[in-house]
Nanobody, 125 residues
């Protein structure tokens, strides 16, 4: 059973940076596209970014383009989300997820069947 575990969240001031990690156990992460999602209080979960299993294809929500960078190190079985120039509106619980073995990144959040437990990111002065 694939298990995803996020880490790296915390409290940061506006304009600051954080790097989130999504580590996998039980399976080789290189076979999976990985998406990052976030959910703020009172709001629906939304897609932030996604990376193909090889790392050759990435995509981003308009709200984070130019500020966030997704990457992966398949040798370490880990996907990263580097978040720069953070804003208060980036405050949310961040989750990583995958649509499944050998599947590509998809827009429909309901296609993502495997989720981590989430990590809290709070941007506040």
């Amino acid at each position: 059973q694939l298990q995803l575990v996020e880490s790296g969240g915390g409290l940061v001031q506006p304009g600051g940076s954080l790097r989130l990690s999504c580590a996998a156990s039980g399976h080789t992460l290189g076979f999976y596209a990985i998406g990052w999602f976030r959910q703020a209080p009172g709001k629906e979960r939304e897609g932030v970014s996604c990376i193909s299993n090889s790392g050759g294809t990435t995509n981003y929500a308009d709200s984070v383009k130019g500020r966030f960078t997704i990457s992966r190190d398949n040798a370490k079985n880990t996907v990263y989300l580097q978040m720069n120039s953070l804003k208060p509106e980036d405050t949310a619980v961040y989750y990583c997820a995958t649509p499944g073995l050998f599947r590509i990144c998809v827009r429909n959040i309901n296609e993502y069947g495997y989720w981590g437990q989430g990590t809290q990111v709070t941007v506040s002065s």
